[in-house]
């Protein structure tokens, strides 16, 4: 079983930037991607970026390429999520979520979700 816990969460006005950091425990898979989903007010949860096991590829949601970095570092057990440029349409709550095993691809499933982090922006 792998523990996610996600933190960094807070109240930023929009042009702001926050730092979310997510500590994985319990069985580690740092050989498989991790990822960062997001569900706004009343909406569907849904993909922001994703990493794979040694960093060297991502994938990000159109609404968030550019201003949004994803990274790990797996001597920390750890993904971060580097929010910049952040706008009201960004605030919702943040889920950190990682696989247990490989898949081709960075979009689709994933095995392990935290509990979230709220992030919200003021106009």
């Known amino acids: 079983q792998v523990q996610l816990v996600e933190s960094g969460g807070g109240l930023v006005q929009a042009g702001g930037s926050l730092r979310l950091s997510c500590v994985a425990s319990?069985?580690?898979?740092?050989?498989?991607?991790m990822a960062w989903f997001r569900q706004p007010p009343g909406k569907e949860r849904e993909f922001v970026a994703a990493?794979?096991?040694?960093?060297?590829?991502?994938r990000y949601a159109d609404s968030v390429k550019g201003r949004f970095t994803i990274s790990r570092d797996n001597a920390k057990n750890t993904v971060y999520l580097q929010m910049n440029s952040l706008k009201p349409d960004d605030m919702a709550v943040y889920y950190c979520?990682?696989?247990?095993?490989?898949?081709?691809?960075?979009?689709?499933?994933?095995?392990?979700w935290g509990q979230g982090t709220q992030v919200t922006v003021s106009s």
């Open positions: 990493i794979n096991w040694n960093g060297g590829l991502t």
């Open positions: 319990g069985r580690i898979f740092n050989n498989y991607a």
């Open positions: 979520a990682s696989r247990d095993r490989f898949r081709s691809s960075l979009y689709g499933s994933y095995e392990y």
